[in-house]
């Protein structure tokens, strides 16, 4: 970042850094609950506090770290519940892919800093202004991306911590182990977003439950690759049936 | 869990590993090229297919009940996925948790 740092006395930098900061702004009620919860879900499935908080930091991405928390905890087997977590992250390759044109002419460790750094919140928003503000120099989309990322990963970390130090506090007349699967429900309700998200999700429940009886972890992964082709296929037809050839 | 505390860290790091690579894909090696239509379609509907297969069970099937159906938390989680769907992310957690609570309560 010291590129960035440096030519922060270039006030339009300055500015766009932090415009990206106060766009993310309004997520933060959504990343400072989610940690909240991951820290307290986490240290009520026995990991400690640096068990916790090195989970946040190394991977920094919610739903994948319930994701596997989840599977640990019911006993899946180790590779299924790595499997299950990365499948949970591969959107993150879309995002990659689509912030090449506004981004890819950093250097390459910035590169990897904001790779690091990518969180849904801040690539939605960051996203967004490029294609609102086509006029932006490139310096410009990288203090403002940035800005947006160094708002909510530090939240992060520190709800994480919150958490889990609190957590232990927490009496079981709570049902704080209904947590994680409110959180998951959390994100998913907007997803459904169009008929082929619809089909996918539905697809997902109704697999998940034929493949109950196998062991945990595998029936999640039948379903859920079941289920991403009947998304994408529904919306193939979809297109075709809406008059392209 | 049944973890040693060297699996648990070898885990984490795969899982940090591979998150990052995921992330870097693009943006750091794989510079220009793009990916081809059929896999961004397929791509756009992962977590949405994940995700749900990964909370049925534990919406069925709770661990804190024994495994037995509690319609207290179907109905919770139901409060919690209309809030989501039609309102916010955080509102459902609130109204999830919520429901529970009350719920709990009075029952």
Known sequence: ?245 | MNMTPLEFWLFTAALGIGTFLIRFSFLGFLGGRTLPEWATRHLKYVGVAVLPALVTPMLLWPQATGGEIDPIRLIAALAAFLVGWRISVVGAIFAGMGTLWILQALL
Request: glycine share 6%.
């Open chain 1, 1 to 245: 970042m010291s590129d960035t740092m440096l030519s922060f006395k270039d006030s339009s930098l300055r500015s766009a850094f932090w415009r990206g900061w106060w766009a993310c702004a309004p997520f933060i009620f959504a990343a400072v609950p989610f940690g909240l919860l991951f820290g307290v879900v986490a240290r009520n499935a026995g990991l400690d506090l640096l068990e916790t908080m090195g989970m946040s930091v190394l991977v920094i991405a919610g739903a994948a770290q319930f994701t596997a928390l989840s599977l640990l905890q019911d006993n899946a087997s180790v590779f299924l519940a790595l499997f299950a977590a990365l499948a949970v992250n591969l959107r993150m390759a879309m995002y990659s892919a689509a912030l090449v044109p506004h981004l890819g002419h950093a250097p390459m460790w910035q590169r990897a800093v904001m790779a690091y750094l990518m969180v849904d919140q801040a690539y939605a928003v960051a996203g967004r202004e490029y294609e609102l503000n086509p006029s932006m120099r490139p310096a410009e989309k990288v203090a403002y991306y940035f800005g947006a990322m160094l708002l909510i990963c530090p939240l992060w970390y520190v709800a994480t911590f919150t958490g889990a130090v609190l957590g232990q506090a927490i009496p079981p007349e709570w049902s704080l182990d209904f947590a994680a699967p409110i959180c998951f429900i959390a994100l998913i309700a907007p997803m459904l977003r169009s008929l082929p998200h619809i089909v996918a999700a539905f697809t997902s429940v109704v697999f998940a439950i034929l493949f109950a009886p196998l062991p945990s972890g595998v029936g999640l992964l039948f379903a859920a690759f079941i289920a991403m082709i009947a998304g994408a296929e529904t919306e193939r037809r979809l297109a075709r049936k809406a008059g392209q050839p």
